[in-house]
């Protein structure tokens, strides 16, 4: 079926820097959208979701924007500090013939924050 | 706090071997779900219940069963142990109508 993926496996960056991981996602017709972040030794937890009626939607230091032309989902994260450093992923909401709808989850993006 | 509970977090097993892995949630939930987690794989859906009784497949079912005969509690079978089933294996949990899951940390499983 189709797939929530990530554009890189990797991301490195300094303390207090903004942080942005990316998405594209292929399944037009969801309608829902997720990130999560998973420390190490840890499940992941829910960070920020966005509908697909909206473009951008803020947390706390977290921003998720999503575009739907191109079929893309980012996360942003202002100031990043060490705690920050964790794999993040993407998921979206997706039918499984019709017998109800489950998260889909791509690949996801470790993030190290260097002091 | 609320909590999904995955009662073993590292199993070791033998090729052949019947695996249970088991997950409770105290949240009244009526949604469950198991996924495994690979490295560069993220994670993949294996079977998800929406009540008691009830089981759905994943995107990756083959080699594996479900139980949910209780609403708190939804465990993972392996008939058969393989090694291509060395993995990180995570419970989930939700309300109905709920998109956000509660994770356990994770069973992580060996199979030699």
């Known amino acids: 079926g189709e797939s929530v993926g990530l554009h890189l496996p990797t991301l490195s960056v300094q303390e207090g820097d903004n942080s942005i991981i990316n998405c594209a996602y292929s399944?037009?017709?969801?309608?829902?959208f997720i990130w999560y972040k998973q420390e190490s030794g840890k499940g992941p937890q829910f960070i920020i979701d966005?509908?697909?009626?909206?473009d951008k939607r803020q947390g706390q230091r977290v921003t998720v924007l999503l575009n739907k032309t191109v079929k893309h989902l980012s996360l942003q994260i202002a100031a990043t500090q060490p705690g920050d450093s964790a794999v993040y992923f993407c998921?979206?909401?997706?039918?499984?013939?019709?017998?109800?709808?489950?998260?889909?989850f791509g690949k996801g993006t470790t993030l190290s924050v260097s002091s | 706090d609320v909590k999904v509970t995955q009662s073993s977090r590292y199993l070791v097993k033998r090729t052949g071997e019947k695996v249970f892995l088991e997950c409770v949630q105290d949240?009244?939930?009526?949604?469950m779900f198991w996924y495994r987690q690979d490295p560069g794989l993220g994670l993949r859906l294996i079977y998800f219940?929406?009540?008691?009784?009830?089981?759905e497949k994943g995107d990756i079912p083959e080699g594996y069963s479900v139980s949910r005969e209780k609403k708190e509690r939804f465990s993972l079978i392996l008939e058969s142990a393989s090694t291509n089933q060395t993995s990180m294996y995570l419970c989930?949990?939700?309300?109905?109508?709920?998109?956000?899951?509660?994770f356990g940390a994770g069973s992580r499983l060996t199979v030699l």
């Open positions: 989930a949990s939700s309300f109905t109508g709920a998109n956000v899951l509660t």
């Open positions: 399944n037009s017709a969801s309608d829902y």
């Open positions: 949240m009244d939930h009526e949604n």
């Open positions: 966005i509908r697909s009626n909206m």
């Open positions: 998921a979206e909401n997706m039918d499984f013939n019709q017998a109800g709808t489950a998260l889909i």
């Open positions: 219940s929406y009540d008691v009784k009830m089981k």
